[in-house]
């Protein structure tokens, strides 16, 4: 939203044109504020009605409606922040797809779901939804299917916000640009705000450059302005590698949770196995599940995933060869499994229990 408004006069000047129009004092300071939403308010009036809204209408109109005057200008200015942002809806039905034993899918709906859906119950017993949270975990383990699932059962808008978008300008300008983004966060309501790959950004600063010090600086001062606000916004980062992050950012008082995203049990197996296998060209009686269960330990989401296009590429190529229907059996999947390296190791396992005993806080 392109706004044309003039070069500000001086606080005199805004308190003399105000009570000229208006017949109403305001002291010089409170009046130069005041002019801002009214020359505000004129621009927006003129786009409703489709035409120049004279000062002395668009004055006295905010002076007698100013609270809804107030109102109206943040929400057309949400939506075009919620546009330059990227903002999506996600549909609550993503929730579904994660088996309920999947760390840590209750952890989520017992601290941040049911808390965000239940204000008044929360506000009574004194409960305090997070408000920033890090997800942590081996790569592929879902943390961004988890961020999205949240935003779908809550309703809310979905914002990524990626590093490469910080970087655009340039390395010197990332700063710059995460204090601009973040600004434009704290004015929107019912968001979750979701940066991945977060050591990217805010990494230890004590073997850090200069300009990652600062990078890492600024991310400190803007996450308690984001958690002060009366807003309701979830921000949430994401990180492969805990380790890296600034110790700063990973105490009490920055970010409320930090949540650990591990490997999948039998069930969240087969609940991912089952949604991957309703695309193919299949019948689940000649579907050993229990067995590709057994043979996708270590999986993540991710490798399953991998595994499922492996499948529909080995199944169409076998028709379009043969042009007979080709139905995909166990058969299928034991051919094609030994091909696909699980991303998790037992090192790479034991190392992240390590993690979360000395970094997870819920």
């Known amino acids: 939203m392109k706004n044309s408004i003039q070069e500000m006069p ?20 409170i009046a130069a504020d005041l002019w801002q939403k009214i020359l505000q308010h004129k621009w927006l009036m003129s786009e409703k009605l489709g035409r ?52 840590p899918k209750q952890l989520i709906q017992r601290r941040i779901i049911l808390p965000l859906k239940e204000e008044g119950l929360s ?22 299917h988890f961020v999205k699932a ?10 990524e916000i990626l590093p490469s ?15 601009n983004v973040m600004e434009k966060a704290r004015t929107l309501e019912e968001a979750v705000v979701f940066i991945d790959e977060f050591e990217e950004i805010a990494s230890s600063r004590d073997a850090a450059n200069r300009l ?5 600086n600024e991310f400190l001062k803007q996450v308690p302005l984001l958690k002060n606000r009366g807003n309701k916004i979830l921000f949430v980062c994401a990180t492969n590698y805990i380790r890296q992050l600034d110790a700063a950012l990973l105490r009490p008082g920055r970010f409320d949770c930090v949540i650990p995203v591990g490997g999948l049990d039998e069930d969240g197996r087969r609940t991912i196995l089952e949604r991957f296998m309703s695309r193919l060209n299949i019948n689940a009686a000649n ?31 076998q028709e379009l060869a043969s042009r007979r229907n080709y139905e995909v059996t166990t058969g299928t999947f034991v051919e094609i499994l030994p091909k696909i ?22």
């Not at 390296?341 to 819920?362: A, C, G, H, M, N």
Request: glycine fraction near 6%; aromatic fraction near 10%.
């Open 10 to 29: 001086s606080p005199e000047a805004c308190a003399n044109k105000i009570f000229e129009i208006s017949g109403v004092k305001f002291e010089a300071d």
């Open 52 to 103: 120049d809204v004279g000062l002395r209408t668009a004055c006295i109109d905010f002076l007698e409606n100013m609270d809804q005057a107030l109102r109206e200008y943040m929400d057309y200015k949400r939506k075009d922040i919620l546009a330059d942002m990227g903002a999506q809806r996600i549909s609550g039905e993503i929730w579904d797809t994660i088996s309920d034993s999947q760390p």
């Open 123 to 144: 506000k009574k017993h004194g409960v305090t939804p997070p408000r920033t949270i890090i997800f942590f975990g081996p790569p592929g383990t879902g943390k961004t």
């Open 150 to 159: 949240i935003a779908g059962a809550l309703s809310w808008w979905y914002i």
């Open 165 to 179: 978008m910080l970087m655009v300008d340039g390395a010197d300008r990332i700063g710059a640009n995460l204090h």
């Open 212 to 216: 990652d010090k600062s990078i890492t």
């Open 287 to 317: 579907v050993d599940l229990s067995l590709i269960v057994k043979m996708t330990a270590r999986f993540t989401p991710a490798d399953i995933e991998y595994l499922f296009q492996h499948t529909a590429q080995f199944s169409f190529e």
């Open 341 to 362: 390296r699980p991303s998790l190791t037992d090192e790479i396992v034991e190392e992240f229990q390590k993690d979360i005993i000395t970094y997870s806080r819920v």
